[in-house]
């Protein structure tokens, strides 16, 4: 059974920084491309960055570009997204995704990823 578990989240102020991790387990990891969406409030899930399941190709949202970086780690079964200079606009709770195993495109919608977290909240104040 696939799990993902996100953590890291929290209340940070305007320009902090964050790291959030999703432990991935009942999958071969290293097989699956990884991404995180987010979703405030009243809107639509939103893409925010994917890697492939090689690490070599990555995907980024225009609004996360150059503040945010999505990384993965095969030897722990866990991917990470680094958010630098935090906006309020950034407020969401973050979710963790893993695709169908050696897909070929860094998707950017969520109907290309199988498998979710549960969430965790990021709020950033001004």
């Known amino acids: 059974q696939v799990r993902l578990v996100e953590s890291g989240g929290g209340l940070v102020q305007a320009g902090d920084s964050l790291r959030l991790s999703c432990a991935a387990s009942?999958?071969?990891?290293?097989?699956?491309?990884m991404a995180w969406f987010r979703q405030a409030p009243g809107k639509e899930r939103d893409f925010v960055a994917a890697?492939?399941?090689?690490?070599?190709?990555?995907n980024y949202a225009d609004s996360v570009k150059g503040r945010f970086t999505i990384s993965r780690d095969s030897a722990k079964n866990t991917q990470y997204l680094q958010m630098n200079n935090l906006k309020p606009e950034d407020t969401a709770v973050y979710y963790c995704?893993?695709?169908?195993?050696?897909?070929?495109?860094?998707?950017?919608?969520?109907?290309?990823?199988?498998?979710w977290g549960q969430g965790t909240q990021v709020t950033v104040s001004s």
């Open positions: 890697v492939s399941w090689g690490g070599g190709r990555t």
């Open positions: 995704a893993a695709s169908s195993p050696f897909r070929t495109v860094v998707a950017n919608t969520t109907g290309e990823y199988d498998y």
């Open positions: 009942g999958v071969t990891f290293g097989y699956f491309n």
